[in-house]
């Protein structure tokens, strides 16, 4: 069965502070990962997508790493600051641009603290 | 980056209703795709179109129904709201890999 799962459910960390949100999936066939950030009543906006060939890739403090072989991926945050409080969203993709099946995880909570 | 809206933002209305859910792109995208989404939980796909005149059902059975006779406009139906439809709504629309979200709409059936 096509699963995303994503660890932690919930997360708080003090300002300034790193973390690390992980994302474990099943998809098969794989086409590409994403990761959005979501704000409290607001819709997703996208941080990364890889595809099977990119292990990593950074968007200003946000760091994505994929692992095709082990079906992982995590999202590092670098000097967390309070804007970064939000769900992040794991998404897996069997298709790729052809409505591809998106394979949504439950997301991280993070919040962020002063 | 697309821009996509959705009106209203909030919306609380009465068992037995008709609600229609706005969702309107201006970057000319032929996808559009209508989530919902409870609260600690994943989205789920509900509707989504490919162009003009086509709609298809998503993953998610939902007793709404959608419309695509303009490119841009892609408006979601309730014909009898009833509890069991309080959630959060959110269109989307794609090009290639990416998908853009709206704001989303926040419906709460009393």
């Known amino acids: 069965k096509n699963q995303v799962e994503q660890s932690p459910q919930s997360l708080i960390i003090l300002e300034g502070k790193n973390c690390t949100l992980q994302c474990n999936y099943t998809v098969s066939p794989f086409s590409n990962l994403r990761w959005y950030k979501q704000d409290t009543g607001r819709g997703p906006v996208s941080l990364t997508i890889?595809?099977?060939?990119?292990n990593t890739k950074s968007n200003g403090r946000y760091t994505a790493t994929l692992d095709a072989d082990t079906k992982q991926s995590s999202l590092h945050i670098t000097a967390s600051q309070l804007s970064d409080s939000a769900s992040y969203i794991c998404?897996?993709?069997?298709?790729?641009?052809?409505?591809?099946?998106?394979?949504f995880g439950r997301g991280t909570q993070l919040t962020v603290w002063p | 980056e697309a821009d996509i809206y959705q009106t209203p933002r909030y919306l609380v209305i009465g068992t037995g209703k008709k609600i229609t859910l706005e969702c309107s792109q201006t970057?000319?995208?032929?996808?559009m795709y209508w989530y919902q989404q409870d609260p600690g939980m994943e989205l789920h796909l509900i509707h989504y179109s490919y162009g003009v005149n086509s709609t298809e059902k998503g993953d998610l059975s939902s007793e709404s129904t959608v419309s695509r006779i303009r490119t841009e406009h892609f408006p979601l139906t309730l014909e009898s709201a009833r509890p069991s439809h309080t959630s959060q709504y959110l269109c989307a629309t794609g090009g290639g890999y990416e998908q853009y979200f709206g704001p989303g709409t926040r419906l709460t059936v009393t």
């Open positions: 970057m000319g995208h032929d996808k």
């Open positions: 998404v897996v993709s069997d298709r790729g641009s052809t409505l591809g099946r998106l394979y």
């Open positions: 890889m595809t099977f060939s990119e």
